[in-house]
C-alpha cells in the first residue's frame, strides 16, 4: 500500500464551523489531489497540488482551500462547513516518472458528517 | 471535454459466473487506462493500467481490454467470488501537460452466493 495517511478518519461537525483535513504521504510524490466522493457522483477533484505551495482548483472548489508547504503534507479546509459538504474526502498522490507514471494512489478516506 | 461513461451502472451476479464491464472514453490524446476496485468504506485500489500498444492485461482473475481505436475499454472477471464485490472504477489519463486524470462514475456489481 502507499504510504498515505488521511486525519482525522471520520468527523462529525456543527454547520459553519472550520474544518482542516490532513493528508500525509511518505512517497516523496510531487502531485496530491483532494477528492470527494458522493452517491451518484463518482469521485470529483476538489483541488490539486503540483509541488510545495503550488495548488490549483478541481472542479468542485466552491467552499473549500487548500494548503502544501511541505512535500510530503497536503490540507483540505472547509472555512464553513455546510451540509452539502458531508461526504466522503479521498487524498490522492501520484507520480508521473516512470513506466507507471501517473498511477493515481489513494488513501482510506475521511467521513465528514455538517450537522 | 474528457469523458469517461461506464455500464452498466451496476450489475448483480452469481458465485462463480463471468462479467464483463464496460467503459467508453472521449479522452485525448490518450495516454492510459486504469481499472481501480474499490471496496465499501476503502479507497480505490489499482487493477490494471494499460497503455495505447496494449489491448490485452491480466490480473489474476482480471482481464482488461483496450480498443485504443473505438475508445472502448471491458474488465472482464472470471469465475467471480463473493469478495469480488465492490465497486470498479475506470479511469483514463491524458498525454502531454495534463496530470489530471478522467474519472468513471463507476460500475456496482454484487456478488450473490
Known amino acids: 500500500d502507499a504510504g498515505i495517511t488521511q486525519s482525522p478518519r471520520h468527523k462529525v461537525t456543527e454547520t459553519g464551523t472550520p474544518v482542516t483535513l490532513r493528508c500525509h504521504q511518505t512517497?516523496?510524490?510531487?502531485?496530491m489531489y483532494w477528492y470527494r466522493q458522493d452517491p451518484g457522483h463518482g469521485l470529483r477533484l476538489i483541488h490539486y497540488?503540483?509541488?510545495?505551495?503550488?495548488?490549483d482548483k478541481g472542479e468542485v472548489s466552491d467552499g473549500y482551500s487548500v494548503s502544501r508547504s511541505k512535500t510530503e503534507d497536503f490540507l483540505l479546509t472547509l472555512e464553513s462547513a455546510t451540509s452539502s459538504q458531508t461526504s466522503v474526502y479521498f487524498c490522492?498522490?501520484?507520480?508521473?516518472?516512470?513506466?507507471?507514471?501517473?498511477?493515481?494512489?489513494f488513501g482510506e478516506g475521511s467521513w465528514l458528517t455538517v450537522v | 471535454k474528457n469523458q469517461v461513461e461506464q455500464s452498466p451502472q451496476s450489475l448483480i451476479i452469481l458465485e462463480g459466473k463471468n462479467c464483463t464491464l464496460q467503459?467508453?472514453?472521449?479522452?485525448?490524446?490518450?495516454?492510459?487506462l486504469r481499472w481501480y476496485k474499490q471496496d465499501t468504506g476503502r479507497g480505490p485500489v489499482s487493477l490494471t493500467i494499460?497503455?495505447?500498444?496494449?489491448n490485452t492485461k491480466s490480473n489474476g482473475r482480471y482481464t482488461a481490454t483496450l480498443d485504443a481505436d473505438t475508445k472502448q475499454s471491458s474488465l472482464h472477471i472470471t469465475a467471480s467470488q463473493l469478495s469480488d464485490s465492490a465497486s470498479y472504477i475506470c479511469?483514463?489519463?491524458?498525454?502531454?501537460?495534463?496530470?489530471?486524470?478522467?474519472f468513471g462514475r463507476g460500475t456496482s456489481l454484487i456478488v450473490h452466493p
Open positions: 490522492a498522490i501520484s507520480d508521473r516518472t516512470g513506466p507507471s507514471g501517473n498511477t493515481i494512489y
Open positions: 512517497e516523496n510524490h510531487r502531485y
Open positions: 497540488s503540483y509541488g510545495v505551495k503550488d495548488t
Open positions: 467503459c467508453n472514453y472521449t479522452v485525448s490524446p490518450f495516454s492510459n
Open positions: 494499460m497503455t495505447f500498444s496494449e
Open positions: 479511469v483514463v489519463s491524458a498525454s502531454g501537460g495534463s496530470y489530471i486524470p478522467t
